[in-house]
């Protein structure tokens, strides 16, 4: 059991190892009866440019004193981490998605090249997170991942407010229904402190459903960033890193085609971001699963959607907590045979054993999480759309709110800045299906998200009067009746570039067919004439590269196939 904790370590630190490495060790504070240590590396995606990760440099520090508590040794390091939210309507859109790939590549260089046993991530934003799952999936040592918190509820005049409280209140600007003064109220006060974006868009969403994979401990995707268990979560990592390295219990050992089932029956049931797509099928290629779109469709088919929470709801992440945090959700999902029970996890527990205690959903004194029988809709809300406008999939986001079919008529968009152009000079209408187009993750390139689109169109008034569609992708804030991931995408030639203003376009999410009424042979003589949009060319840098490897939205757009 001994060897297993410094598997990997005492290749450098034994006397018959690597006298350099030694020497450098010394130097930078270890001990001689450290040597004999196992060896952790803390990868914090920390940096002061965004609330979401604002403070996990500190909660890094945290996780270090637990794994020092626990005999071991505790080097933190860092990685790059992009908000999706200051990004989101601009250029810097483009490298977003791709941040996600970097912080994989990152963690799994630093952790191959200093030998460390195992690696604690302790992470914030929307990539951040399976970023830090790939690379564990890769590297396949001991991990935990840990999320940094919610961020609280903003408030404005009596109103509870978030991050798309902001972008709906800019749709409502332009349509001139809100004061100057109530709209710059609204932007300062949307957003309180610390912590991740707070309804149940893509970091609740990824942290909830690696949650119930398994990956992090109970609790960790309930309490909010202020929370004082959130620093108790982190000192606690230590006992169970100790576990699973004495157990070695590795990564695929838990990330396996029952607990990606567990995960997106969480994403279904929450109602979750159309990014958990993405970033499950990347998991999946990580760990060397077979795993497509049409297995999430099965899944959704199966799951109701439960939850009250926002985007399309009125709940917040922090009012899960007092409902007994995400564990409550998963022992009631798990007592109706939804979830996997015997899946093991990173206390070294099996999900069923991590989640007895935890109290029971009382359906009575709260309405934010539904009861199976009574759903705010009877399977999910993630569907995946197949037709002449998508032949390799796209994603939908149908909570039923806004109705389950639409029809109408093209007005077509190519890039997202023509769209807010078409906008603001009222050429966006009622009975419209917009498509934007040429945002794909070689078109983008970066596949960036439409939230500003979407949001603003709320903010308008619009939400259940047009329809969008798109080779981009959608923010978790997204909703209204959208379809992102398109594939195959504009810049490829999909038939989304064949689109002209005034086509007749069908969503139908009960059918999950998307349907472009133009005859084979309009759209083989369109084709004929058509040229991409000029080619995004970068010279150099990462666009560059992931311009050149990415693979398709379907895929998962990962970049090392």
Known sequence: MAENLNKYSRTLTQESGNPAAQAMLYAIGLTEEDMKKPQIGIASTGYEGNPCNLHLNGLSVHVKKGIEANGMVGLIFHTIGVSDGMTNGNDGMSFSLPSRDIIADSIENVVSAQWYDGVVAVVGCDKNMPGAIMAMARLNRPAIMTYGG????????EQKLDIVSAFEAYGKKNAGTISDEDYKGVIQNSIPGQGACGGMYTANTMASSIEAMGLSMPYSSSYPATHEGKKQECEDLGAAMKIIL?????????ITRKSLENALTMVMALGGSTN????????????????????????SDRTPFIADLKPSGKYFMEDILALGGVPSVMKYLLKKGMIHGECITVTGKTVAENV????????EAQDIIRPLERPIKPEGHIQIMYGNLSENGGVAKITGKEGTYFEGVAKVCDKEEAMFEAFANGEIKE???IVIRYEGPRGGPGMPEMLKPTAAIMGAGLGSKVAMITDGRFSGGTHGFVVGHISPEAYEGGTLALVEDGDKITINAETRELTLHVSDEELAERRKNWKPLTPPFIEQGVLRKYFKNVSPAHEGCVTDK
């Open 150 to 157: 919610t961020v609280r509820s903003g408030r404005y005049k």
């Open 356 to 363: 007895e205690s935890a109290p029971d959903l009382d359906f």
């Open 276 to 299: 958990a797509v993405l970033h499950y099928l990347a998991i999946a290629h990580s760990a060397g699963i077979d795993f497509t779109i049409d297995d999430i469709q099965e899944i």
């Open 246 to 254: 004495e157990k070695q219990i590795l990564p695929r050992d838990i």
């Open 431 to 433: 009975g419209q299906v």
